[in-house]
């Protein structure tokens, strides 16, 4: 077992069962032994490859639709410019270099990275220099916000309910008969009707932090964009591991895998227009891209002498691989034009 699979069994021996949230966040986050807290995580010697480490041309997309949605609203001066969950800093520094070519935009532009590792926070000073760092979207700064957030939202720890004969049981984190760590149920409580085992996830921290950011742009103007593997109004378990580009079993090896789960963009949606700020369709990552113009880019960067441009390009929007998985979603300010690529959410705003 290893150092942090020992103290998540001790204090389960100590105090019972453990809410699934509270091992992801301990998996993640745990100051000594968290995945996050002791490692690079990112790229082939990591354990997952994102879509700014395949290609230049993801963060370039990103920060072409974030300039336009920028003058689409008057250019305001000075804004924050900001992304939860930067990772290596590597999406943050295309956008600054593509955004470079918007007459005043990165000179209004005030440069902020949600993070919550430590660890990340010093590769993303090495990378983009003297930057804000903030702990949570709670704390940005009341004035137009123009954000990006690229696999934040899978990282965030979920809940699992399970049905039963007699309600709901939720998921616990327990010990076996040869101690190893485990899935257990806790005690069933009412609910909605569903087929016996389905499983249902929900994500606490998802939700305050999307208002977070809705309410800025409601209140001050500004865009947002949500990129993350996931569906609308999905349901199943999809709690799942990564280490060393492979799946594994979420319990087998605690702090030593990345452990997330697929995003559910209705709740998030439905958060924004709470907070008073528009909100879009889903939409694949596949079919934004090619929207915003990335096979025409492709073409230039080979032109130019890119020899994998063209198969960046692929493994960013074919179906079979980045394309359909991932999807995207917006916010945006109430009476501002709609960002490009998007189209608004109604009418299917509260389809199950």
């Known amino acids: 077992m290893t150092p942090l699979g020992r103290l ?3 204090q389960i021996r100590l105090s019972g069962p453990m809410p699934l949230d509270e091992y992801m966040q301990l998996c993640l986050l745990h100051p000594e032994h968290g ?44 804004f924050t410019l900001a992304e939860i969950g930067p990772g290596r800093g590597t999406l943050m520094a295309d956008i600054l270099r593509t955004i470079r070519v918007v007459p005043g935009m990165l000179d209004a532009a ?10 990340l926070r010093r590769v993303q000073r090495d990378k983009l220099g003297d930057i804000a760092h903030l702990d949570s979207a709670a704390q940005l700064p009341r004035q137009p916000l123009f954000l990006v957030a690229n696999e934040f939202f899978d990282a965030l720890p979920i809940n699992q309910f399970q049905r039963v004969a007699d309600g709901w049981a939720k998921r616990m984190v327990t010990m076996d008969e040869q101690g190893r760590l485990a899935l257990a149920l806790g005690p069933a409580v009412p609910g909605p009707d569903a087929p016996l085992g389905q499983i249902r996830e929900s994500c606490p921290a998802a939700i305050p932090a999307a208002q977070e950011v809705a309410r800025r742009i409601a209140e001050h103007g500004g865009c947002a964009i949500m990129i993350d593997y996931g569906n609308w109004a999905g349901h199943g378990d999809t709690f799942q591991a990564l280490r060393a580009h492979k799946p594994e079993d979420p319990l087998e ?7 997330t789960a697929h995003v559910d963009f209705q709740p998030l949606a439905m958060a924004a227009t709470a907070a008073g700020a528009q909100a879009s369709r889903m939409v694949t990552q596949g079919e934004w891209l090619a929207r915003l113009g ?25 179906p079979e691989e980045m394309g359909h998985l991932f999807k995207v979603l917006a916010f945006w300010a109430s009476r501002a034009p709609v ?12 389809d199950a």
Do not use: C, K
């Open 253 to 259: 090896n605690p702090g030593e895998a990345d452990l």
């Open 35 to 78: 995945y996050y807290a002791t490692r690079d995580p990112f790229g082939a010697q990591g354990d997952f490859t994102t879509a700014p480490e395949i290609s230049q041309m993801f963060g370039e997309m990103i920060g072409l639709a974030l300039a336009q949605a920028w003058l689409d609203q008057g250019g305001p001066t000075p």
């Open 339 to 350: 960002p490009p690529g998007f189209e608004p959410l109604e009418p299917y705003a509260h």
């Open 294 to 318: 990335i096979a025409a880019r492709a073409e230039r960067l080979a032109q130019a002498g890119d020899a994998g441009a063209g198969a960046a390009l692929h493994r960013l929007t074919a």
């Open 8 to 10: 998540i069994a001790a």
């Open 110 to 119: 005030q440069v902020t990275l949600i993070e919550a590792s430590a660890h």
